[in-house]
DNA sequence: TCTACTGTAATAGTATAATATTACAGTGAG
DNA sequence: CTCACTGTAATATTATACTATTACAGTAGA
């Protein structure tokens, strides 16, 4: 499975799809030059429509991330990496923001980010 | 003005008018038994319909938080803190996770902690 | 050349969020 | 009591996301 999709999320199921291949493309499990899978597999694969992955890549594709060989399917071009990580710290910014407004202290944050990357 | 709302967000209006008058309660700017701004009040303010506004209260009252008394308006009740606390943790791993993911370092999130909580 | 895969397009239908509008009933101050 | 505020309800309309389905054209391997 390439990945899964959060039906209960805000989140368009078309903006999570994106989302998740550009992480692919970032942690170079596609790499330049590569097809990802078809439309229709991609579909069958996650439990959504056609339609919507077409969306996702046609975007994909208009930000310049991927390529449509027509006949062939999509292949990966590249991506900005400064771009996606302003995208991710702004978010991660505002969550922050968001946390102290709750009275969260600073060290149960620190706390999930030692979890998560390890405490080194 | 109370507080505003992300139009582009892809989180729900209503559920941004319940996640603010929540952040509200726990920062006590509004104690329990205090009457928050009237359905059309805050519909006017926050440049929203007044329908949008009514289902948030509907169901912030489901939630126990605050209770309608019909012609005078809502009071708060009150808040479990603790909820909102493994709630927003929740949502703060997430986003951790998703940075990882996206290769960006620890001592980049640290930063960003640090801007926004001062770095003591 | 077939055939089975690709992308692409168009149409129709559903659900949800949000708006606009009108209406009615309860509350409380003057 | 009156009036201006409350909550509540109902209806219609729009936009968006998503689904379902059909169709057509390009590609590539057997």
Chains 1, 2 share one sequence.
């Not at 056609?50 to 890549?57: D, E, G, H, P």
């Not at 060290?107 to 998560?116: S, T």
Request: avoid cysteine; charged fraction near 35%.
């Amino acid at each position: 499975m390439w990945f899964t999709i959060d039906f209960h999320s805000h989140v368009p199921v078309y903006e999570q799809i994106k989302n998740k291949i550009k992480e692919k493309i970032v942690k170079k499990e596609v790499n330049e030059n590569e097809f990802i899978p078809s439309i229709r597999t991609l579909a069958k694969e996650i439990g959504v429509n056609l339609n919507t992955v077409a969306r996702s890549y046609r975007e994909l594709e208009q930000e310049g991330i991927i390529q449509s060989v027509r006949g062939s399917g999509y292949i990966v071009i590249g991506i900005d990496k400064d771009k996606i990580f302003d995208e991710k710290i702004e978010e991660f910014r505002k969550i922050v923001i968001s946390a102290k407004n709750l009275k969260i202290e600073k060290r149960d944050l620190l706390k999930v980010i030692d979890e998560i990357y390890g405490g080194e």
